[in-house]
């Protein structure tokens, strides 16, 4: 199987690839794409070096399969194009995530919606992945009436320019500004862009692709999103309100068993999941399990992951397994 990785020298394609290579994905073919300006630039998978080329070109060469992340505006025009060329496109942009005929998936939850005439498929937002791979077991069991989220995300969910404007400031250096103040030693409660309704659009985001993975429209979210200066992953402290009540032990083993997610929870010992150990790793780390004593029904929880690896990369790996075993390219 030929594949084309778009966006293949950014920081998700990047990941992509490096995940391709590590899961050993069947492919025959890769062609790396990128912008004008990367176009010969060379990149190396499995240890052999691959050209960049234009979107056109990876068109004409008919790969089954192409890896979208290179901006929204770039799928917007483009996926369309492959799609037309019959090229199954898995896109991690926001472009179709809300379009009503493009299915919004994470392998854990809703692979088996997926038909072999999806030919662009949607990724969802990093900070909505994690968090709904540890939601659907207890949503499974009790029923989500309602979730409170706050994240911590990592620097390297604004890509290349991001990381960049970090480490200049720590090394004391002028360089381009990918946010509009010091991210080091800051905290920023704004990702992407505000809205009329006084929310950002990460935020609404978390709040419509939670329901749309979920495939339940009546689960209320309510998000604050928060940039903070660690590379590592996305942080996220839940707050879950069922609609009956749970047993702690219970709700822990749901967890620990459900498929993704690793329970990093003891106390006694201070282990809980953080960015530094969520790194290059795969899974959804998922501790600080304890009961809201507030209200009824409630449990609060910390949930981490990479957002490079399980929020974008990984995901769309998956998702290209899926259609792999299932024959539906
Ligand atoms: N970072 C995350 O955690 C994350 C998570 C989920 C989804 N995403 C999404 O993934 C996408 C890429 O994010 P990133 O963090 O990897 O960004 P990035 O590091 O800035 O990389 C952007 C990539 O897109 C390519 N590109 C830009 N304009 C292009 C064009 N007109 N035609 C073809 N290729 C073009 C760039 O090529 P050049 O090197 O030639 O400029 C580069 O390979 C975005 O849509 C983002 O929203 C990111």
């Known amino acids: 199987m030929k594949i084309a990785v778009v966006g293949a020298t950014g920081l998700v394609g990047t990941k992509m690839l490096q995940v391709l290579e590590e899961r050993n994905f069947p492919l025959t073919g890769l062609l790396p794409v990128a912008s ?15 050209k960049v080329v234009s979107m056109q070109d990876a068109i004409d060469a008919r790969p089954q399969l192409a890896l979208f992340s290179a901006g929204g505006d770039t799928s917007k025009e483009w996926a369309p194009r492959f799609a037309e060329a019959g090229i199954t496109v898995i896109d991690n942009s926001s472009a179709w995530r809300m379009d009503p005929s493009k299915k919004l998936v994470v392998p854990e939850v809703n692979a088996q919606t997926l038909v072999a005439s999806d030919k662009i498929i949607a990724n969802p937002n990093c900070s909505t992945i994690q968090m709904v791979v540890a ?138 999941p953080m960015p530094l150990w969520a790194h290059d790793k795969d899974d959804v ?36 397994e899926y259609l792999v075993q299932n024959g539906l390219l």
């Open 285 to 320: 780390f998922v501790g600080r399990i304890r009961r809201d004593e507030t209200q009824p029904n409630t449990v609060n929880m910390w949930i981490v992951s990479d957002n490079l690896r399980k929020g974008a990369a990984t995901n769309a790996v998956q998702i290209a």
């Open 135 to 272: 939601l659907k077991p207890l949503h499974d069991r009790y029923k989500i009436k309602r979730v409170v989220v706050s994240t911590y995300q990592s620097v390297t969910g604004t890509g290349k320019a991001a990381v960049d404007q970090l480490y200049n400031e720590r090394a004391g250096k002028e360089g381009p500004m990918a946010y509009k103040y010091p991210i080091d030693l800051n905290a920023l409660p704004q990702i992407d862009v505000f809205l009329d309704n006084g929310y950002t659009k990460e935020e609404m985001k978390m709040v419509n692709e939670t329901k749309k993975i979920m495939g339940d429209e009546s689960i209320r979210v309510t998000a604050t999103t928060v940039r903070i200066p660690t590379v590592g992953g996305h942080s996220e402290s839940v707050n879950i309100e069922f609609g009956e009540d749970f047993d702690l032990g219970e709700l822990r083993d749901l967890l620990s068993g459900a498929p993704g997610v690793v329970v990093q929870d003891d106390p006694a010992q201070q282990i809980y």
């Open 36 to 50: 004008e300006r990367s176009i010969g630039k060379e990149i190396t998978f499995k240890g052999k070096p691959y």
